[in-house]
């Protein structure tokens, strides 16, 4: 359970995001119908509690009680000073105020531990858009002003809350813009008549501010990269906007709004919105009189209620708030309240680091600032949950200390490319980086040696036989992970080229990608078979194309040239220590004679293992060991018994641990038509022990001259040159591959830590 809830811990908060607006809706219709405990306070609550007990007991932070403890004492004292007449009243208004500051200290101390996906806010933000929208065309639901019938709020209960979390989220929105531009454009649209239509000045106000620093932000970026022609068409593009919304500007509750408000103050001319009664009501709604009549009653109150706050009830009256934030929590809660409040907010906002690209950066600075100009000049904002907790996350979602990297893979069973991948994964520094594992099939005797630390998850494909089933499923699950993980990831890596699935989860995780090539694919496909299924793998779309050998990408940029400026290599890694340490473990094979082994998949078509089969019968006093297994094993085993190699050839099966008889072994042998960089190659490195392949293998770091011998595709003559080899006094060098792999690890660093 806690494994699951540790591998979920991103989708449970996800969940609860993406439930909000309905909620919310729910909550509305409470209020409206005079229900006071509503299902906004419950929901709030219990989500609260969940997250506080998965941080405590099974992130084990214990810290996280302290804020907690403060705040119920507090609270106590605060129900203490004030009226027992309406104990429920003042627990909710308590709660609603200390709501922000624990949710923001809970998902603080996981912050390394989950990260949400732009997708989900937008959704969130389509979600209250539309259940404005939908009501709104069919005159249905509440009017924003009861008194005048002006303005739309569907079925929410409050213009300002609402106002709040469309401002907050709609900067998300602008993320990555190029990105399935005209249904954006089409919902700017939808919103933009939401907000128009609410009747409300918050909402559009942010809008606008939102809409002027992006586009200061861009006109930036087009200077430096002397796109001036992006400068006049954009102008063109606004004036165009400007336009039409001025156009329809007349027929929106916002127009009909702000009409009343001059009227009713008696607005004749510009000049008179200078005047100080006219800025309060036109600008702050009457709000700054508000707060003038809560400071008398403070100010006449006594000490312990001023300290620990007047409350929200007076007598059988409710105070009327400033409906200004900063000024509220002062008043209700007292001095001590406001200190417990911004005391836990500022120490969260202290620590937090941003780790993102430039446009993320902008976009959450800007968050904050709408964050506390909102709740400096209106109310519902940092102490309404819903604003609250969506406050929260954007406020936490881009503050890892971690980088959050994702390879996609087919399943974890014995492999060249499972081992390599094991062995990678493993080697990454886990204090500077989160990893996740999709697998098609969460399958494979390596799944037990991954770290405890690495998250795996299954992709689920399906099989079904109906391939009408198989291709609805399999897209409806596609878009689930798109919807939970579209960029969500620092970087993403197709580790196995073969798996399409993998490729796509590749493609939806990251805009820094890669994909792993590690076999040479020109002796498997011809020319335009070869170009046909690289063309499904959308090649165009990775930042980088990595081989394995600098063999295998040589030859492919002969047939495939269309992204050789990404085509780097990067060899396989291996774990040094493990292989020395079990190297030592006795082996029940007796060696005889001179001894060759071969490691690896039993398979025809790329291992050769008949030629190899044919060398051996060719030299005398030799023995081979076959550690592996795959289809072609019993063919190997009847040409071993007719060509009365029993004596000679041992079968030694699948061995989870091989190094033992690596190391008891002369020589380990490759007798492939091709490879990309094997494993096993590196494993011998380590044992020191020679290798004899028909393949040129190296990268930039390893080449097989300075470790063995190259031998010829041709039985008789490889037989000649490893007879030659046997006499041969080289001396194979020694090489610290803990060195050479360092060298690896930071230059892969540096491509996880790029900013795209």
């Known amino acids: 359970m806690k494994t699951y809830i540790k591998n979920n811990i991103s989708n449970i908060i996800s969940i609860f995001i993406l439930l909000s607006p309905f909620i919310d809706l729910v909550t509305g219709i409470n209020i409206h119908n ?23 007991i099974i992130y084990k932070k214990k810290k996280l009680l302290i804020p907690y403890l403060i705040v119920v004492i507090y609270i106590l004292l605060f129900l203490l000073v004030n009226d027992k007449t309406y104990l429920t009243k003042e627990l909710q208004g308590a709660l609603r105020v200390f709501y922000f500051p624990l949710i923001l200290v809970t998902l603080f101390n996981i912050k390394d531990e989950f990260k949400i996906s732009n997708n989900i806010l937008i959704v969130t933000l389509v979600e209250y858009t539309l259940l404005l929208f939908i009501p709104n065309v069919l005159g249905l639901g509440y009017n924003t002003y009861s008194e005048s019938k002006v303005g739309h709020l569907g079925f929410f209960a409050s213009a300002n ?44 106000l942010v809008f606008i501010m939102t809409i002027l620093t992006l586009y200061l932000y861009l006109i930036s970026v087009w200077k430096k990269e002397r796109k001036i022609k992006y400068i006049k068409y954009s102008i063109l593009v606004i004036i165009l906007v400007l336009s039409t919304i001025l156009f329809i500007l007349p027929k929106t509750n916002f127009y009909k709004n702000i009409k009343i408000h001059l009227n009713y103050l008696h607005v004749e001319k510009i000049t008179d919105l200078t005047k100080p009664k006219i800025i309060d009501h036109f600008i702050f709604s009457s709000r700054l009189k508000f707060k003038d009549n809560k400071q008398k009653l403070y100010d006449k109150s006594s000490l312990s209620r001023q300290l620990f706050g007047i409350g929200y009830i007076n007598g059988n009256k409710e105070i009327k708030d400033a409906e200004m934030d900063f000024y509220d929590i002062g008043y209700s809660n007292g001095t001590i309240g406001l200190i417990i409040f911004f005391g836990i907010t500022i120490y969260v906002l202290r620590n937090i680091k941003t780790n993102t690209n430039n446009i993320t950066r902008v976009v959450i600075k800007l968050e904050l600032l709408l964050i506390l100009l909102l709740s400096g000049i209106t109310g519902h904002i940092l102490t309404s949950p819903s604003v609250s907790f969506i406050a929260a996350i954007i406020i936490l979602i881009t503050t890892s200390n971690k980088k959050e990297l994702l390879f996609a893979s087919y399943n974890m069973d014995i492999g060249g490319i499972e081992k390599a991948l094991l062995t990678l994964v493993n080697k990454i520094d886990k204090t500077k980086y989160n990893i996740t594992i999709v697998l098609e099939k969460k399958e494979g005797i390596f799944l037990d040696k991954l770290d405890k630390n690495i998250k795996v998850i299954e992709l689920r494909v399906s099989n079904n036989k109906n391939i009408f089933i198989r291709k609805f499923t399999n897209m409806f699950r596609k878009e689930i992970f798109r919807l939970f993980n579209n960029k969500k990831y620092d970087f993403s890596c197709c580790y196995a080229t073969y798996s399409y699935s993998s490729n796509k989860v590749a493609l939806i995780a990251s805009n820094n990608r890669m994909i792993y090539i590690h076999n040479d694919y020109t002796h498997i496909y011809k020319e335009k078979e070869l170009n046909e299924f690289f063309d ?80 051996i019968k060719l030299l005398k006093n030799v023995d081979l060991w076959i550690v592996g297994d795959g289809p072609d094993k019993q063919m190997y085993k009847a040409i071993v018994t007719k060509e009365k190699l029993n004596d000679r050839v041992t079968f030694l099966g699948k061995k989870s641990n091989p190094f033992p008889y690596i190391k008891e072994s002369d020589y380990i042998i490759f007798t492939s038509d091709y490879e990309g960089f094997p494993v096993t190659y590196l494993e011998s490195i380590v044992l020191n022990k020679p290798v004899i392949t028909t393949q040129a293998l190296s990268d930039d770091l390893v080449k097989i001259n300075d470790y063995g011998y190259k031998i010829s595709k041709d039985e008789k003559e490889a037989a000649k040159e490893i007879k030659e080899i046997f006499k041969s006094k080289k001396t194979i060098k020694y090489k610290n591959l803990n060195n050479v792999q360092n060298k690896r690890m930071k230059k892969l660093e540096s491509i996880f830590n790029e900013v795209i």
Not at 553 to 576: G, H, L, Q, S
């Open 161 to 204: 809350e609402i106002g709040g979390i469309l401002s907050l989220l709609i900067p998300i929105l602008f993320i990555n813009i190029k990105e399935r531009i005209i249904p954006k454009i089409i919902f700017i649209l939808i919103y933009l008549y939401v907000i128009l239509n609410i009747g409300t000045k918050t909402p559009i």
């Open 536 to 615: 499904t793998r959308n090649l165009g779309d990775y930042r980088y194309i990595t081989f394995v050998s600098n063999e295998s990408k040589n030859n492919f940029t002969k047939v495939y040239k269309k992204y050789k400026e990404n085509y780097i290599v990067i060899n396989n890694f291996v774990d040094v220590s493990e292989i020395i340490e079990k190297s030592s473990e006795k082996i029940d094979c007796i060696k005889k004679n001179r001894t060759m082994i071969f490691v690896g998949r039993l398979d025809e078509h790329q291992k050769r293992i008949t030629r190899l089969l044919k060398i």
């Open 34 to 56: 005079n229900i006071n405990i509503t299902l906004g306070v419950i929901y709030r609550l219990l989500v609260l509690g969940i997250l506080f007990l998965i941080v405590t």
